[in-house]
């Protein structure tokens, strides 16, 4: 063999080195490209979870909105309701009677009862019977704008708290 062959043979030794180190780079390259397509890709697909997630909080979210807000119709609908029974009591109450002169009606007779100490048990011996035991307000310690500020409080109660904690007495209209 001639020097000119020795010398092709080493140059083509060397290029073809040079291109498995150039190829094996870019290998490693396109595994990376490609390991990093797969990534974007559960990305993209944990991001179009999330968009499903999020249409259905909002679903839920706008059900929930508008069932409080036919709750808050209802109630407001009661509160008129009972301010007009308020006031349709305030304004049959004699102006100069005392407490002591005259019975309150039903519902503040209950409120009353309610507030004062000691009377629970019979108030609710009297639910289970079915009789309501009634408080006469001339019995109680308490002046006429206490017993009608507590009839207020009760129908404050009435209008917030939920119809299914409401005991039998207390579910009047």
């Known amino acids: 063999m001639s020097i000119i062959a020795i010398g092709l043979n080493l140059l083509l030794a060397s290029l073809l080195a040079a291109s498995l180190v150039l190829g094996w780079r870019l290998n490693r390259r396109l595994r990376a490209l490609r390991d990093s397509q797969e990534g974007f890709a559960k990305a993209v697909a944990e991001l179009d979870q999330a968009a499903r997630r999020a249409e259905t909080g909002l679903a839920s979210l706008r ?95 009435d209008l917030f708290e939920p119809a299914s904690s409401r005991s039998p007495l207390r579910g009047r209209q």
């Open 63 to 157: 059900a929930a909105t508008d069932e409080a807000t036919e709750a808050l119709a209802d109630r407001i609908d009661k509160a008129r309701v009972l301010t007009a029974k308020l006031e349709r009591l305030t304004a049959q109450a004699p102006q100069g009677a005392t407490a002591r002169d005259e019975t309150p009606p039903l519902e503040l007779n209950i409120a009353v009862e309610r507030s004062s100490e000691g009377r629970l048990g019979a108030l609710l011996s009297a639910a289970r019977q079915g009789k309501p035991r009634l408080a006469r307000v001339a019995d109680l310690p308490i002046s006429r704008e206490q017993a009608l500020a507590r009839g207020v409080a009760q129908l404050d109660d």
